[in-house]
């Protein structure tokens, strides 16, 4: 039999064996489980940075080039239509000195580092590194800003931190079947509501 009381920040043994009780006489999480720190980080890696989440709406860079800076997790990403027609989330980090290379929204074609001027293709494929010519080693076409698994489901840009995650559409067919009749593909954005949240 295993003994081992299981542990997490923030949370003593007493307070976790109670929740995990059985319904009829388990307890809420404590207060401390929305406000602490180190079990947030904990969240984050186990279950937030392996789950599917909603970061945009297509619709929202309707034409090729178009982009929105966020940051997810603490990493600084941006939401792009390519000019191949494809959205994607990538990282907006500079591979050469880690400068941000977007902020805000907009439309490019290239996202010109303002460092030293390194480039970037709308699928975040480097194609242009000035100076670094003759370098032993270094080739542009090895170079490309890392991508998020990413998905369009019903309009939404959903995406995954996690590589190997199943995708995420055979997981809610459910849920499609439910919103059909909203047709929430043909949804626009008329407002937009910002939150502070200072809570796990
Ligand atoms: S930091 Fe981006 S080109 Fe140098």
Redesign the pocket.
């Known amino acids: 039999m295993n003994t081992h009381s299981p542990t997490l920040p923030g949370l003593s043994a007493e307070e976790l064996s109670r929740v995990a009780g059985p319904l009829k006489d388990a307890w809420t999480l404590p207060p401390t489980a929305y406000t602490d720190s180190d079990l947030y980080d904990l969240e984050v890696e186990r279950i937030m940075r392996k789950s599917w989440l909603p970061v945009g709406r297509a619709e929202q860079v309707p034409n090729p080039g178009d982009y929105i800076c966020f940051t997810l997790y603490d990493q600084p990403l941006m939401l792009v239509r390519g000019t191949d027609g494809a959205v994607r989330v990538m990282s907006r980090v500079?591979l050469?000195?880690?400068?941000p290379i977007a902020e805000g929204t907009g439309n490019r074609k290239l996202f010109s580092?303002p460092?030293?001027?390194?480039s970037y293709a709308t699928d975040g494929q480097l194609v242009r590194a000035p100076l670094m010519e003759g370098a032993e080693g270094f080739e542009e076409k090895n170079c490309k800003l890392p991508n998020l698994r990413s998905e369009i489901w019903d309009g939404f840009v959903m995406v995954n931190c996690d590589d190997d995650a199943e995708p995420f559409a055979p997981q809610v067919t459910t849920y499609q079947k439910t919103f059909s009749n909203y047709k929430l593909d043909d949804m626009v954005i008329i407002k937009t509501l910002e939150f502070d949240s200072p809570w796990n």
Do not use: G
């Open positions: 500079c050469h000195r880690a400068a580092c460092y030293h001027a390194w």
